[in-house]
C-alpha cells in the first residue's frame, strides 16, 4: 500500500509517498480502506515536534511513529477478534493510526457508521474539529437556548462548525473572521460577523455568554472583558509553526493561574472521541443542521501542500486527502 511518512522532525518538505506493507489489526482494532482523510494542525505539530516539548512524547530526535494523519473515512477491511459491532463492508468515520495512507488501523471505539447520504470527503473532515466544537460549546461553554456566543475564527475548520453547532443550539451567534470570509460566515448562520481586520472584538460594546476562541490574538484580561460576569472562556487557540515554545506555554500558564480567582469560567478542553458524539454530529449533517465547509481537497501524493496550506491559518473550514 502507499502511505505518507516521515523520519524525520521538519517542515512538510520531508514527507515522502513510500509503499508499505498493509498494517494488521490488534484485537481491539478494525482495518480501513481509507477513503479520505481530514488534515488538521494537530498533523503539524506532530510533523515539526512543535512546540518542543512535546518530543518528550512523540520521540526526543526523531519521530517513534513514522505515519502522520487521524481524520479518517472508510470501508472497513477487516476486524480484530474482540470486535463484534463492526464487519467488513462497514462504511465509518473517526480516527485513525496514519490516515494518510491506502490502509490504515483504528480502535474499534473511535468510530461510528457512516450515514449513507453524507460523503466520505464529509465524515472525515468532522471528529477532530467537529468534536471540538461540540465539546466546547455543550461540555465546557454548558450553552443555552438564546445565549450569545462569540467564535474567534469562525472560518476555519474548528470555527465553521462551531458557528453551526451554536445555531442548532439555539444560540446568538457573532462570528469573528478576515474581510474575504464575511460572506461564508453569515451564509453558515452568524447572526453578526466581525472583520478583525477592521474591529477588534475586544473593542466591541456586546457582552457574550461564552468566547470560543480558535486564534488566541488577544490577551486573557480583553478575553473576559468581553464577558457577562458570569461568561465563560473556552480556548483551544494553538498558533501557527513559527510560534516558540514559550508562546504556547505561556498563555496556557496564565489561563491557569488566574481560572480559581475569577468569577468568569475558563475550563480547559481536550476534545475526546467518541461514537456517540460522532453519531451526534453525523445526525446533525444528515439533517442539514451542519454543512462542512470544505475549501480544498488533495490526492494523496499532494498531502504536503495540504499541510503546507493548514500552516498558513488561512485555511477556510477543512481541507481533506481524497483516495480513490
Excluded at 463492508?89 to 473517526?94: M, Y
Excluded at 465553521?160 to 453558515?188: E, H, P, Y
Excluded at 490577551?219 to 513559527?242: F, H, K, M, N
Aim: aromatic share 6%; net charge positive; hydrophobic share 45%.
Amino acid at each position: 500500500m502507499q502511505a505518507i511518512v516521515y523520519h524525520h522532525y521538519g517542515p512538510p518538505d520531508v514527507l515522502q509517498l513510500q509503499e508499505l506493507q498493509t498494517p494488521v489489526p490488534s484485537a481491539d482494532q478494525v482495518l480501513l480502506k481509507v477513503s479520505a482523510a481530514a488534515v488538521n494542525p494537530y498533523d503539524w505539530h506532530f510533523l515539526r515536534g512543535a512546540p518542543a516539548v512535546l518530543r518528550i512524547f512523540l520521540g526526543l530526535r526523531k519521530p517513534k511513529t513514522t505515519r502522520l494523519g487521524a481524520d479518517v473515512a472508510g470501508v472497513v477491511e477487516a476486524v480484530g477478534s474482540n470486535v463484534t459491532h463492526l464487519k467488513p463492508g462497514d462504511a465509518v468515520f473517526g480516527t485513525a493510526t496514519g490516515a494518510f495512507a491506502e490502509y490504515a488501523c483504528a480502535a474499534a471505539d473511535s468510530l461510528a457508521f457512516k450515514p449513507a447520504d453524507i460523503t466520505f470527503a464529509q465524515a472525515a473532515s468532522l471528529p477532530i474539529a467537529g468534536i471540538t466544537a461540540l465539546q466546547g460549546l455543550r461540555d465546557k461553554g454548558k450553552l443555552q437556548s438564546g445565549q450569545a456566543v462569540l467564535i474567534n475564527g469562525a472560518a476555519g475548520g474548528v470555527g465553521t462548525f462551531a458557528v453551526q453547532i451554536a445555531k442548532s443550539m439555539g444560540a446568538r451567534v457573532t462570528g469573528v473572521c478576515s474581510t474575504r470570509n464575511i460572506d461564508l460566515v453569515r451564509s453558515i448562520g452568524a447572526d453578526r460577523v466581525l472583520d478583525y481586520t477592521r474591529e477588534a472584538f475586544s473593542h466591541a460594546a456586546e457582552r457574550y455568554d461564552l468566547l470560543f476562541d480558535f486564534i488566541g490574538n488577544h490577551s486573557l484580561p480583553d478575553c473576559l472583558r468581553v464577558l457577562q460576569p458570569t461568561g465563560t472562556y473556552v480556548s483551544c487557540a494553538g498558533g501557527g509553526p513559527e510560534k516558540k515554545s514559550m508562546e504556547f506555554v505561556g498563555p496556557a500558564l496564565e489561563h491557569f493561574i488566574r481560572a480559581p480567582f475569577s468569577r468568569k469560567k475558563m475550563p480547559g478542553l481536550l476534545a475526546k472521541i467518541n461514537p456517540a458524539d460522532l453519531e451526534h454530529l453525523a445526525n446533525l449533517v444528515a439533517t442539514g443542521k451542519v454543512t462542512p465547509v470544505i475549501e480544498r481537497t488533495y490526492p494523496l501524493r499532494e498531502t504536503a501542500d495540504a499541510i503546507r496550506h493548514i500552516e498558513t491559518g488561512h485555511a477556510r473550514g477543512k481541507v481533506v486527502i481524497t483516495i480513490p
